[in-house]
DNA sequence: TCGACAACTGAACGATCGTTCAGTTGTCGC
DNA sequence: GCGACAACTGAACGATCGTTCAGTTGTCGA
């Protein structure tokens, strides 16, 4: 086998693991049976185990990002470009596979890992960024301030259904959160009811 | 010393490991060294490793409910107590102690474990409850659909708001976050923008 | 055919893990 | 003063951890 090959084979197992025995049982020896392959292969292909775990999750979460960017590629009404955006993150490949188990794994372990925690955070940048530009392209009628507003608030709220499916895996209540997101993002300015 | 204070103490230390370094570093000597108790103490109280984490995450999650619980004890004025108990879960005790990070570590291990699972599932539950109740009380013309739905999303939003809070500390995205809380449990139907 | 080299193996290493347990300390009632 | 008992200590145990490395396999170009 190439030695390409090889890698994601051993990263497809990190990701298995995690996703069943959590960081905590993800060890070298779980990895190695898990893909199938000798104990020092892994070795071999990555420096350490903190290489190992940062590159799953940086693979996992680039699966994130090439999904968000492909759902608006054919996209060209401004308001179906920001659903298409938000909903490109509760696809069945990432509701189905365990996916989200991955994620807040992840957000574990970035607390006390900074190379993860650099991992979380640039993505998170990246899919702020781009959420309030769709924002301003569907809403130019709202202010800088307002749009950065619904962002944090439409991603907190992602987060939180994306959570709330780990537990419950209810599809009401995910299909309520994204209409809930869409009118964060889309609606009318806030009540204001203090 | 009593044995009271002692688990008391061993727990403290737990929560401050974990803080400190997730759940993966939460070694017994390493509790026993911030506890500054021998290594053999903590298997005298605890039976096992597993009771000595889920206990630690119980005594958390109480914490969390008391204060829900006393936050509306003196309001009167029924949307006021909904805006009190939603306020509740981010007092200075919950924002300054590194208590998020704790948090979001039991959500991490609450993957992976059942027993932490169901210390997660029980708080959940009853905080969904006890929300609905105070929903109810504060909108009555709302039919209990209505209800759950916007408990569910102001539960998703109150966790990634709390996220947010873990990563960034943003104290201005909090209280923009909580406002929208807020809306979404006072505020209007939904706009229905599809 | 054969050297070169990437890919791969698994035994072995020291470190650290959770748990156990014989022994020590301190504090009571009697 | 003295047994009784809860509280506490730390050395020792086997298991498992991440990492290393001498050795094997397979595949090419010369």
Redesign the pocket.
């Known amino acids: 086998?190439?030695?390409g090959e090889?890698q994601q084979t051993i990263l497809d197992a990190v990701q298995a693991v995690i996703v069943r025995d959590g960081v905590r049982g993800a060890?070298?020896?779980?990895v190695a049976e898990e893909a199938d392959?000798?104990?020092?292969?892994i070795?071999?292909h990555f420096d350490?185990?903190?290489t190992l775990i940062v590159a799953a999750f940086e693979r996992a979460t680039a699966r994130l990002r090439e999904a968000s960017e492909q759902s608006i590629e054919h996209v060209d009404d401004p308001e179906e470009r920001v659903r298409a955006f938000l909903r490109s993150s509760f696809g069945e490949e990432f509701l189905d596979g365990d996916y989200l188990r991955l994620r807040i794994s992840l957000w574990a372990v970035a607390l006390t890992d900074p190379a993860i925690a650099a991992v979380d955070a640039s993505f998170f940048e990246e899919y702020a960024t781009a959420l309030r530009g769709l924002i301003t392209t569907a809403r130019p009628d709202l202010d800088q301030g307002e749009i950065r507003g619904r962002s944090i608030d439409a991603i907190a709220l992602t987060n939180g259904i994306w959570l709330n499916w780990a537990r419950y895996r209810n599809a009401d209540d995910l299909e309520i959160g994204l209409r809930r997101c869409e009118d964060i993002i889309l609606g009318p300015p806030q009540q204001g009811t203090r």
């Open positions: 086998m190439s030695g090889t060890s070298m020896r779980q392959v000798s104990l020092g292969l070795s071999y350490d185990k903190e």
